[in-house]
């Protein structure tokens, strides 16, 4: 398979991180196929290129590791077989559908949320640009790119969000989620995902995946209580090509 078969430019990851980013679409590598790779990323004059690798296959891994693709995070696809969950009693939130109000509220929650993710890890991100990529993504989320957003409240303050996507027939994905640093163990995550599944059920999806980090064990085991099963993990890696940058 050709390079311009296996890459593609990111048009919005470009212009938010003002780089020219680009992305393998294929999960697999070899020699032959690097080379082509590099070929396309020198016409395209990429900057950065994201790698979702297939994790067991070895030759794909020690490729990437040989051509300069820097590790930088481990994507752990978790599934559910849609049933409704039982709401949990300790939990004293009120789950909503999101409004046009809570916007900057939950701007501030996303730039405190998501740290655990590959862009913070890489590096070449700075903190600012990863803080504003995801109060930009749940802003995008609530003014539909998400099928629905929910948020709960604790005592009149939002302090939490779960964003629902439905893919083909009969499935949904979670996207993100976030509950307040003060607000975590009280039950309000269980209270987000229980709506959330209850939804989906309506909408007749029988399976819901949702997407976490091999560093974020806590969101592993939170999604294991809920009786989510780890379908497949996966390695980001990133490219950099700072030359081109520097070069113009």
């Known amino acids: 398979m050709s390079a311009e078969a296996v890459c593609e430019f990111l048009e919005w990851d470009s212009k938010f991180f003002g780089r020219r980013i680009g992305r393998v679409n294929g999960s697999r590598l070899s020699e032959e196929l690097v080379s082509q790779i590099e070929g396309w990323c020198g016409r395209h004059r990429i900057e ?10 070895g030759l794909t891994v020690r490729s990437a590791q040989a051509n300069m693709f820097r590790f930088v995070d481990v994507r752990v696809t978790m599934d559910l077989r849609v049933e409704a ?5 300790s ?5 909503r559908d999101a ?9 501030e929650l996303a730039r405190d949320s998501h740290r655990d993710t590959r862009f913070y890890y890489d590096g070449n991100f700075s903190d600012s640009e990863c803080d504003k990529l995801y109060e930009e993504w ?14 709960a409240e604790e005592r009149g303050e939002l302090c939490g969000y779960l964003t629902c996507h439905l893919r083909n027939a009969g499935s949904g ?17 269980i209270e987000l995902l229980s709506s959330a599944i209850q939804w989906f059920a309506k909408k007749e999806a029988e399976n819901v995946s949702v997407v976490t980090q091999g560093r974020n064990v806590r969101a592993q085991r939170f999604y294991q209580r809920c009786g989510f099963a780890t379908r497949s993990v996966e390695y980001w890696f990133h490219r950099w090509f700072l030359e081109t940058r520097n070069t113009g």
């Open 48 to 57: 950065c290129l994201y790698f979702l690798a297939d994790a067991t296959d």
């Open 85 to 89: 969950i039982g709401d949990d009693k």
């Open 91 to 95: 939990a004293q939130a009120k789950v």
């Open 99 to 107: 409004g046009e109000d809570d916007i900057p509220k939950l701007r």
């Open 138 to 151: 749940i802003e995008k989320s609530c003014r539909g790119w998400a099928d629905r957003v929910l948020v």
């Open 173 to 189: 994905q979670i996207g993100l989620v976030g509950v307040s640093e003060k607000a975590r163990g009280k039950g309000i995550g």
